[in-house]
């Protein structure tokens, strides 16, 4: 699926969702223009968080630490 991704042709992202009998399943393909290692990691602790939780409220309101803070911290 990784050659569906094409900066020429402004295609830098895909998600492609596979339902089987009892299960679906997502890949999600993205150009390492559009996102880093680190960037990659926090959303896919976000997703994780919102999967476990979808059976309850979820609050989409948490704040996590701004960017200069963050800086300023390294």
Do not use: F, P
């Not at 830098?12 to 890949?27: A, V």
Request: charged letters at 30%; aromatic letters at 10%; one cysteine or more.
């Amino acid at each position: 699926y990784h050659k569906c991704i094409s900066i020429d042709e402004n295609l830098l992202s895909q998600i492609i969702i596979k339902k089987g009998k009892d299960n679906i399943e997502l890949t999600w393909i993205i150009h390492h223009l559009i996102i880093d290692n680190v960037s990659w990691k926090i959303l896919l602790e976000d997703l994780e968080r919102l999967y476990y939780e979808k059976d309850n409220e979820i609050n989409s309101n948490l704040k996590t630490t701004t960017y200069n803070k963050w800086a300023k911290s390294i």
